[in-house]
């Protein structure tokens, strides 16, 4: 099933599978936030922004706008 990185809940992992290269800060890329890599959304702001991520074991702060643009995939045998 693909979503995005904004529909993730807490605890829930997905990898990331496509974004627009031109929505998404350089920074988040050089931390990680590629094709390919895991993500996992550790907990979520008071008012709902920011999210906070662990990116190959970086803890990532990722305004919702943005995670809305992220496309994942959710392995549904991963009970992680």
């Not at 959304?41 to 919702?64: E, K, M, T, W």
Request: proline share 6%; charged share 20%; with cysteine.
């Amino acid at each position: 099933m693909q979503i995005t990185v904004g529909d993730l809940k807490i605890g829930q992992k997905g990898i990331i599978v496509d974004f627009d290269v031109d929505t998404i800060p350089l920074k988040l890329l050089e931390m990680g936030c590629l094709p390919g890599n895991s993500i996992e959304l550790i907990q979520i702001a008071p008012f709902g922004c920011p999210l906070y991520f662990n990116v190959n074991d970086s803890h990532v702060a990722i305004r919702l706008e943005t995670a809305k643009e992220i496309k994942v995939v959710i392995n549904p045998n991963n009970n992680d």
